[in-house]
T-cell receptor
Framework: DGGITQSPKYLFRKEGQNVTLSCEQNLNHDAMYWYRQDPGQGLRLIYYSQIVNDFQKGDIAEGYSVSREKKESFPLTVTSAQKNPTAFYLC?????????????FGPGTRLTVT | AQKVTQAQTEISVVEKEDVTLDCVYETRDTTYYLFWYKQPPSGELVFLIRRNSFDEQNEISGRYSWNFQKSTSSFNFTITASQVVDSAVYFCALSTSGNTPLVFGKGTRLSVIA
């Protein structure tokens, strides 16, 4: 089955630790995206990548880092610099170019930092 | 700048009632695309519909219908004879020219009560 997988579903970390969220897709999509969702805030874009080895900051990139070494994979690292990392994180992908194409979403990872 | 406004934060209806979710968008581009997504309690966003700026015809898919009006910059979504399974958060999104990611509204949480 084609789709996007995110693991794990739930993740718990202590404050001050970096944590990496996994996102893999087998849809052969060129573009991949990371969003953060907080209650009442909708989806806010963290980073996106339109091609391997290239990525752009979204609206709330501070405290996050990404890599795109393979077309299928776009991991997100939440660093200790992120002031309020507890949130629901969604990964998405789409064909390229981006105009007019829908994004497909993974099931999400709920990160809790205490 | 692009912006999507979903003024209704939460809506609650009784099963079999009709319900309309509002979406108002802002863009200076003449070519753009509008989307609706559904986010059930499981968390994964499900694509529902895409509309381009040159096609103002309303669309119906089963119990779902969409009303696109450029004159009021609105792309409203109506569910007819709502069911409990329609309970979810619904997001409206906008894509404009260039390889830019979707811009999402903050979502409307719909609760359908049996």
């Amino acid at each position: 089955d084609g789709g996007i997988t995110q693991s794990p579903k739930y993740l718990f970390r202590k404050e001050g630790q970096n944590v990496t969220l996994s996102c893999e897709q087998n849809l052969n999509h060129d573009a991949m995206y990371w969003y953060r969702q907080d209650p009442g805030q909708g989806l806010r874009l963290i980073y996106y990548s339109q091609i391997v080895n290239d990525f752009q900051k979204g609206d709330i990139a501070e405290g996050y880092s990404v890599s795109r070494e393979k077309k299928e994979s776009f991991p997100l690292t939440v660093t200790s610099a992120q002031k309020n990392p507890t949130a629901f994180y969604l990964c998405a992908s789409s064909t390229l170019p981006g105009t007019g194409v829908e994004q497909y979403f993974g099931p999400g990872t709920r990160l809790t930092v205490t | 700048a692009q912006k999507v406004t979903q003024a209704q934060t939460e809506i609650s209806v009784v099963e079999k009632e009709d319900v309309t979710l509002d979406c108002v968008y802002e863009t200076r581009d003449t070519t753009y695309y509008l989307f609706w997504y559904k986010q059930p309690p499981s968390g994964e966003l499900v694509f529902l519909i895409r509309r381009n700026s040159f096609d103002e015809q309303n669309e119906i898919s089963g119990r779902y219908s969409w009303n696109f009006q450029k004159s009021t910059s609105s792309f409203n979504f109506t569910i007819t004879a709502s069911q409990v399974v329609d309970s979810a958060v619904y997001f409206c999104a906008l894509s404009t020219s260039g390889n830019t990611p979707l811009v999402f509204g903050k979502g409307t949480r719909l609760s359908v009560i049996a």
